[in-house]
T-cell receptor
Framework: QKEVEQNSGPLSVPEGAIASLNCTYS??????FFWYRQYSGKSPELIMS????GDKEDGRFTAQLNKASQYVSLLIRDSQPSDSATYLC???????????FGKGTHLIIQP | KAGVTQTPRYLIKTRGQQVTLSCSPI?????VSWYQQTPGQGLQFLFEYFSETQRNKGNFPGRFSGRQFSNSRSEMNVSTLELGDSALYLC?????????????FGPGTRLTVL
């Protein structure tokens, strides 16, 4: 079964450190990958999209994609307490309808 | 630019009833997708509409249906509600279809079935 997997956490990171969130997916032909942030009681908010192997940086966020290893990650530099949320990895799996989401990683930034 | 809007934000229904949820996409966006989010199953794809046509459908029973209007606004309907339909229903809009289109979510409709 095609799927997207994430460690549910919680992942606890001290303020100012780098938070590293990981995601693996099952389908080699997947083409597009997205990271969403979801605060408790709110809807998912798009943070990053990445389509090619390598790194993509946007402010404090860096997405990394390795299609050969079927692995995508999100790095958050200089973590702030406001980064505490659930981070959802979403993949457009080959042949699948719609985005397939992981269950999310709960990130806690400790002041 | 205004974001995706969904109405109503909260809804309480009883088993056997039906419900209609509404979504207005970001101005200029033509594709609307619907997702169901529950604590147990996470976010699951329901269906996608583009140019008033259902393009894709997830693995949900026929009780779940939808439509899209010429102004890209979309509605989804759930008939014969079951307790397990209690969830956050999210609408996402994107500029067009295809793998490389970013989807932006609305605030969701929280449906409780009693």
């Amino acid at each position: 079964q095609k799927e997207v997997e994430q460690n549910s956490g919680p992942l606890s990171v001290p303020e100012g450190a780098i938070a590293s969130l990981n995601c693996t997916y099952s389908d080699r032909v997947s083409q597009s990958f997205f990271w969403y942030r979801q605060y408790s009681g709110k809807s998912p908010e798009l943070i990053m999209s990445i389509y090619s192997n390598g790194d993509k940086e946007d402010g404090r966020f860096t997405a990394q994609l390795n299609k050969a290893s079927q692995y995508v990650s999100l790095l958050i530099r200089d973590s702030q307490p406001s980064d505490s949320a659930t981070y959802l990895c979403a993949v457009k799996l080959g042949g699948a309808d719609g985005l397939t989401f992981g269950k999310g990683t709960h990130l806690i930034i400790q002041p | 630019k205004a974001g995706v809007t969904q109405t109503p934000r909260y809804l309480i229904k009883t088993r056997g009833q039906q419900v209609t949820l509404s979504c207005s996409p970001i101005s200029g966006h033509r594709s609307v997708s619907w997702y169901q989010q529950t604590p147990g199953q996470g976010l699951q794809f329901l269906f996608e509409y583009f140019s008033e046509t259902q393009r894709n459908k997830g693995n949900f029973p026929g009780r779940f249906s939808g439509r899209q209007f010429s102004n890209s606004r979309s509605e989804m309907n759930v008939s014969t509600l079951e307790l397990g339909d209690s969830a956050l229903y999210l609408c996402a809009s994107s500029l067009t279809r295809g793998s490389y289109n970013e989807q932006f979510f609305g605030p969701g409709t929280r449906l409780t079935v009693l």
